[in-house]
T-cell receptor, first 114, second 114 residues
Framework: GAGVSQSPSNKVTEKGKDVELRCDPI?????LYWYRQSLGQGLEFLIY????????KSGLPSDRFSAERTGGSVSTLTIQRTQQEDSAVYLC????????????FGPGTRLTVT | GDSVTQMEGPVTLSEEAFLTINCTYT??????LFWYVQYPGEGLQLLLK?????DKGSNKGFEATYRKETTSFHLEKGSVQVSDSAVYFC?????????????FGTGTKLQVIP
């Protein structure tokens, strides 16, 4: 596609429910990143994929957070048993490869946990 | 670890005013430096970059110079427009953990009034 796409654009969920956020990277980009953008907190790195593997999961805040990537393309970020502090904008980015520093961002998914 | 510190906002300027947004960094290696911009309702976009000391990145009238001696990468524009209203993120990329990991500042919101 022309750019990185994410869905849904907005998600409102009740505390305790599970949510899945989807990212479609730019075609041919092997590296994919998830970030969380909380109000006043900047961008918090969550996880990095190279192909289908995740060599760096160091930013996942708890075991309620997981992510997978299939076919070297689409990625899904799953948050189980959501909490109010999970409310944030979740951003996905992709780049051409592990040696490329220029990341292309999607528009984000705004998650609100009530 | 790597870190980026940028001035807190919001910054409010009149149209045609001079803009400076300060950014300093801490890195163990020789990072590349970036400014990203996030317009309302959109994802982050790369605004400009500099890959080595004394390089000047420029785009859309914005400039920033990589100052290794002061570990700074301040963003400047001589005459801002209302359309420049956005959140600006300073970032660095360092090859840590086998890939180009990007560390972002907390963002500075710029509001330009007519």
């Amino acid at each position: 596609g022309a750019g990185v796409s994410q869905s849904p654009s907005n998600k409102v969920t009740e505390k305790g429910k599970d949510v899945e956020l989807r990212c479609d990277p730019i075609s041919g980009h092997t590296a994919l990143y998830w970030y969380r953008q909380s109000l006043g907190q900047g961008l918090e790195f969550l996880i990095y994929f190279q192909g289908n593997s995740a060599p760096d999961k160091s930013g996942l805040p708890s075991d309620r957070f997981s992510a997978e990537r299939t076919g070297g393309s689409v990625s899904t970020l799953t948050i189980q048993r959501t909490q109010q502090e999970d409310s944030a904008v979740y951003l996905c980015a992709s780049s051409q490869g592990q040696n490329s520093y220029e990341q292309y961002f999607g528009p984000g998914t705004r998650l609100t946990v009530t | 670890g790597d870190s980026v510190t940028q001035m807190e906002g919001p910054v409010t300027l009149s149209e045609e005013a001079f803009l400076t947004i300060n950014c300093t960094y801490t890195a163990t290696g020789y990072p590349s430096l970036f400014w990203y911009v996030q317009y309302p309702g959109e994802g982050l976009q790369l605004l400009l970059k500099a890959t080595k000391a004394d390089d000047k990145g420029s785009n859309k009238g914005f400039e920033a110079t990589y100052r290794k001696e002061t570990t700074s990468f301040h963003l400047e524009k001589g005459s801002v427009q209302v359309s420049d209203s956005a959140v600006y993120f300073c970032a660095l990329s360092d090859r840590g953990g086998g890939y180009q990991k990007v560390t972002f500042g907390t963002g500075t919101k710029l509001q330009v009034i007519p």
